[in-house]
C-alpha cells in the first residue's frame, strides 16, 4: 500500500468490502472506465456515505491493477488490489471454497489448504491497513462479508480509537459443522475485534454466540459477549441479527414505469402465451436449489399434473465463480437437466423451460417480475435472498405467488409466502401446484401482508438500525434520519 495515496485522506464513515461498488471495465482504445455496480448495498449506504464524509474501500474486480483513489457518483473509492495468485487463494480458494461451502451447511464439500488460509490472512490485513490510513480519529468502520473477517480484530489493533462494525451476508452455521474449520479460533476472534456484529437471522446469531462460548468461553448474555482484553479489562460486543433488505421503493418505482409493464407483456407474448409463467432468478449456485427445481417441475410435466401450454418456466442463472470446479460442475449439470427436459416436453410453440445464462439490468429483472405469475425461490441455504423481496416490492398490482424456501433468511419475514422444504420433492411438487392454482383472493391478501412487510423494513431502515446500534443509544451516527 502506497502511503502517499493517504496523505488527505482522513474520513469519518469508512464501508469495507471485498468488491467496490463499482466494476472496472476497459474502454475501447484500452481506457480505465468505472461501471457502476448497483446493488442495494449501495443505494442503501450512499447517502449516509454522501453525508458522512464517506469512503468505501474494496476491490475493483480485476487482478495486477493498481488503482488511485478516485471519485465516483460523489462517492470517494478507495481501490485495494488483488494478485492473480491471491484472487486465486483468497476469493475463489479461501472464500469461495472454503468458507461458502462451510457456511451453507457443508452443502458442499469445503476444502482446507493452508496456502488459502495464509492468502486470506494477508488480504484481510492489506484491507485492514487501507481501513487504517483512511480512518479519521475515531470514525466508524462498517466491514462487510465473510470474505474480511480477520479485519475488525486487525483494525482494532491498530486503530483503538475505531468504532467497528461488521455485517455478516451469509449464513453462520451450527458449531458442530463451524468447527470443522482449522482455523476456527483465528476467525471468530478476528469478529470479536467489532463492537457490533450483526448478522441475517437470530439463529445466525445464536450459532456464532455459541462457537463464542465453546472457543473461549466468554460470557454472553442475550446478545452481549464480555471480551477480555489483553490487560483484562472488559468490552462488550453485540452479536443480534439485522435482516438485510432492498430499496423497496425504488424497484416499485421501476415497475410502475409504462414502459417497463409493455416489457413485461412482450415477454410473455414471446413465451407464447402460457397461461402461467414460473420465475426463477439466481446466480447460478449449488445453494440456490435450481437442481431441485427443475426435477419438480419435470417430474410435474411428466405426471401431467402441468403442461408446456399451461406452464412455462424462466430460469436466469446469472454467471458467478466460474473458476471454481463445484461451480463448473452445477452448470454441466444444469444445463444437462435442462436439454433433456426441453428435449422430452418442448413442443415448437411452447417451450418447458427458457433457460438464460446472463445477467440483465434492473429494469429487464423489473418486467421479468412483473410477468412472473410464481415466483420459485428454492435455495438449500440463503444469508437472506433478496429476490424474494424485490419479486414483492415490484407487485404493486398485489398478484402474484412467492413459494418460498424455509431455508432462506427471508423466511423469517415473509411468513405469507408458500412455504417450501425444497429436499422434499414431493411438497415441492405440490407447493408448485398450490401456488399455480391459487385463486386472485388469496394471491392478493397474501401479497399484500409481503409488501407491508418489506415496506416496513427497507434496505434505509437495515443501515439506519445497524449504525445506530454500532454508534450507542441515541447517538445517530452521521447523516442518518431517525426512524
Ligand atoms: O453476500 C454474498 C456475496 O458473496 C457478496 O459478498 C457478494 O458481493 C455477492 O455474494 C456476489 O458474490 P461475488 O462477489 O463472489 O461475485
Not at 483465528?186 to 470479536?192: I, M, S
Not at 445477467?359 to 410464481?374: C, F, I, Q, S, T
Request: proline residues 5%.
Amino acid at each position: 500500500i502506497r502511503d502517499d495515496l493517504y496523505v488527505d485522506a482522513a474520513y469519518d464513515m469508512l464501508v469495507v468490502s471485498n468488491r467496490l461498488p463499482v466494476d472496472y471495465d476497459e474502454g475501447p482504445g484500452g481506457e480505465t472506465r468505472w461501471k457502476s455496480s448497483p446493488g442495494g448495498l449501495v443505494t442503501a449506504l450512499e447517502p449516509v456515505m454522501r453525508a458522512a464524509d464517506g469512503a468505501w474501500i474494496g476491490w475493483t474486480g480485476v487482478a495486477d491493477r493498481e488503482f488511485d483513489p478516485f471519485e465516483h457518483d460523489g462517492i470517494s473509492i478507495i481501490p485495494v488490489p488483488l494478485s492473480a495468485a491471491e484472487l486465486e487463494e483468497y476469493y475463489e480458494g479461501f472464500s469461495n471454497d472454503t468458507l461458502w461451502p462451510l457456511y451453507h451447511d457443508v452443502i458442499a464439500p469445503p476444502t482446507f489448504h493452508r496456502e488459502w488460509w495464509e492468502s486470506y490472512v494477508r488480504v484481510n490485513r492489506r484491507f485492514a491497513e487501507a481501513a487504517a490510513r483512511a480512518a479519521s480519529p475515531g470514525a466508524v468502520v462498517w466491514v462487510q462479508d465473510y470474505q474480511l473477517q480477520l479485519v475488525p480484530r486487525m483494525l482494532r489493533e491498530s486503530r483503538p480509537d475505531l468504532v467497528i462494525g461488521f455485517f455478516n451476508h451469509i449464513p453462520f452455521p451450527a458449531y458442530g459443522i463451524y468447527s470443522q474449520l482449522p482455523w476456527r479460533r483465528q476467525v471468530v476472534d478476528g469478529l470479536l475485534g467489532a463492537d457490533v456484529i450483526g448478522f441475517q437471522r437470530a439463529a445466525d446469531a445464536g450459532n456464532f454466540t455459541r462457537a463464542v462460548r465453546r472457543l473461549f468461553g466468554y460470557a454472553t448474555r442475550g446478545s452481549v459477549i464480555d471480551v477480555p482484553d489483553a490487560t483484562g479489562e472488559v468490552r462488550h460486543v453485540v452479536a443480534r441479527h439485522f435482516p438485510i433488505s432492498i430499496d423497496a421503493a425504488g424497484f416499485e418505482e421501476i415497475a410502475r414505469r409504462p414502459e417497463v409493464q409493455a416489457r413485461a407483456r412482450e415477454i410473455r407474448e414471446s413465451l407464447g402465451n402460457p397461461e402461467v409463467i414460473m420465475l426463477g432468478v439466481d446466480r447460478l449456485d449449488y445453494t440456490k436449489g435450481i437442481r431441485h427445481r427443475l426435477k419438480a417441475f419435470g417430474e410435474l410435466l411428466r405426471d401431467e399434473r402441468m403442461s408446456v401450454q399451461g406452464v412455462t418456466l424462466v430460469q436466469v442463472a446469472s454467471p458467478s465463480r466460474e473458476r471454481v470446479e463445484t461451480y463448473r460442475q452445477l452448470r454441466d449439470e444444469i444445463e444437462l437437466m435442462v436439454g433433456r427436459l426441453n428435449g422430452d416436453y418442448s413442443t415448437l410453440g411452447h417451450q418447458a423451460i427458457a433457460y438464460l445464462h446472463h445477467g440483465y439490468p434492473r429494469e429487464e429483472m423489473v418486467a421479468l417480475y412483473l410477468a412472473a405469475d410464481v415466483m420459485l425461490v428454492t435455495a438449500l441455504r440463503d444469508g437472506m435472498n433478496l429476490v424474494a423481496k424485490e419479486y414483492v416490492a415490484c407487485r404493486f398490482d398485489e398478484d402474484g405467488v412467492l413459494l418460498l424456501s424455509e431455508f432462506t433468511g427471508a423466511s423469517d419475514e415473509l411468513r405469507q409466502a408458500v412455504l417450501v422444504n425444497p429436499h422434499d420433492i414431493d411438497g415441492l411438487k405440490d407447493a408448485m401446484v398450490e401456488a399455480v392454482e391459487m385463486p386472485r383472493r388469496e394471491r392478493s391478501r397474501r401479497m399484500r401482508a409481503l409488501r407491508r412487510r418489506v415496506r416496513e423494513n427497507d434496505v434505509a431502515n437495515w443501515s439506519a438500525t445497524f449504525l445506530k446500534t454500532l454508534t450507542g443509544a441515541g447517538i445517530i451516527a452521521p447523516g442518518i434520519p431517525e426512524s
